[in-house]
């Protein structure tokens, strides 16, 4: 199994960016999907979860109204798309994929993770 993350990068406050996510390796159109990150020095955390068919989604308080989760089955990808970016927002960012459903912001449900892509927002 593989989770490919990309689209970090060094953007400026108030800035954009879009983080895709491949998945190979495992059934994608029954997988879960989530993005979560992990600030320097803090612990992983969750930033939001989509459902099989991406009818649904959650997101964490700290960015809901600026991201934006979404799926596309045909291209076994996972995108986050990122706007109004602060500097608080600095992390890497990890696509993980579960087997379980509906439990998008609990990290002991997901079996497999990429392997992170920094985002970096300057102020």
């Known amino acids: 199994v593989q989770l490919q993350a990309s689209g970090g990068g060094l953007v400026q406050a108030g800035g954009s960016l879009r983080l895709s996510c491949v998945v190979s390796g495992r059934t994608f159109s029954t997988s879960v999907m989530g993005w979560f990150r992990r600030a320097p020095g803090k612990e992983r955390e969750f930033v939001a979860g989509i459902s099989r068919n991406g009818a649904s989604t959650q997101y964490a308080d700290s960015v809901k109204g600026r991201f934006a989760i979404s799926r596309d089955n045909a291209k076994n990808t996972v995108y986050l798309q990122m706007s109004s970016l602060k500097p608080e927002d600095t992390a890497v960012y990890y696509c993980?994929?579960?087997?379980?459903?509906?439990?998008?912001?609990?990290?002991?449900?997901?079996?497999?993770w990429g392997q992170g892509t920094l985002v970096t927002v300057s102020s």
């Open positions: 993980a994929a579960s087997s379980s459903c509906c439990s998008y912001s609990v990290i002991g449900s997901y079996e497999d």
